[in-house]
Every structure is written in structure tokens, then in C-alpha cells.
């Protein structure tokens, strides 16, 4: 099982950035997707969920209108789009793959995302 993330990087204050999970070794379509951060000294916080089939969606109140998960069942792969990025959303960003049963919980290795002018 591979979740591997990629995308990330240094971005001034009202960019954007778009990091991409590719995922290996499992139903991928059967599987809640989530993306999660974790700033330094902070807690790892939800910041997306995106549905099996894509449908529905979750996002953190502080991210809501700026960033979209999608995700290409054929591509095995979920986005995050981060638009009017701030410092604040300064962060290692994890992907996690999770079955509707709770049995299989699968995390990626994470992507730096530093938000700076």
C-alpha cells in the first residue's frame, strides 16, 4: 500500500498550489479520502474529506471557499486545490485513505507547504 503526495512547496501569500496523492495496493474507489496538516508544535487537523465517489465533500471552516478536493477514481488519485493561500495554511500536508468500514487507515508520507513573501 503506497499513498504518495506530491505538489507542495514554497508559495507567496495569495498563491496557490495543487498537491496531488497517488495511491497504490488497494480499492481506491472504496476508500474516504482525506487530507490532513499538521503546522509545527500544532495537532494534526482535518482540512478536507472527499466521498467515494466524490459527491460529497468536508472542509475546515478556515479553508472553506479557498481550497477543493477532487479526486479520479481511473487515476487512483485525490487533489487538494488551495487557492489564497496564507501564512497560516503554512503546514505538512497528509493524505490519508480510510475503507467506510474503519478497518484500513493508510497515510502518506506528507508534502511541505510553507506559505511567505
Known amino acids: 500500500v503506497q499513498l504518495v503526495e506530491s505538489g507542495g512547496g514554497l508559495v507567496q501569500p495569495g498563491g496557490s498550489l495543487r498537491l496531488s496523492c497517488a495511491a497504490s495496493?488497494?480499492?481506491?474507489?472504496?476508500?474516504?479520502m482525506r487530507w490532513y496538516r499538521q503546522a509545527p508544535g500544532k495537532e494534526r487537523e482535518l482540512v478536507a474529506r472527499?466521498?467515494?465517489?466524490?459527491?460529497?465533500?468536508y472542509y475546515l471552516d478556515s479553508v472553506k471557499d479557498r481550497f477543493t478536493a477532487s479526486r479520479d477514481n481511473a487515476k487512483n488519485t485525490v487533489y487538494l486545490q488551495m487557492n489564497s493561500l496564507k501564512p497560516e495554511d503554512t503546514a505538512v500536508y497528509y493524505c490519508?485513505?480510510?475503507?467506510?468500514?474503519?478497518?484500513?487507515?493508510?497515510w502518506g508520507q506528507g508534502t511541505q507547504v510553507t506559505v511567505s513573501s
Open positions: 490519508n485513505a480510510r475503507d467506510v468500514n474503519n478497518r484500513y487507515d493508510y
Open positions: 472527499i466521498s467515494i465517489a466524490g459527491r460529497d465533500t
Open positions: 495496493g488497494f480499492t481506491f474507489s472504496s476508500y474516504v
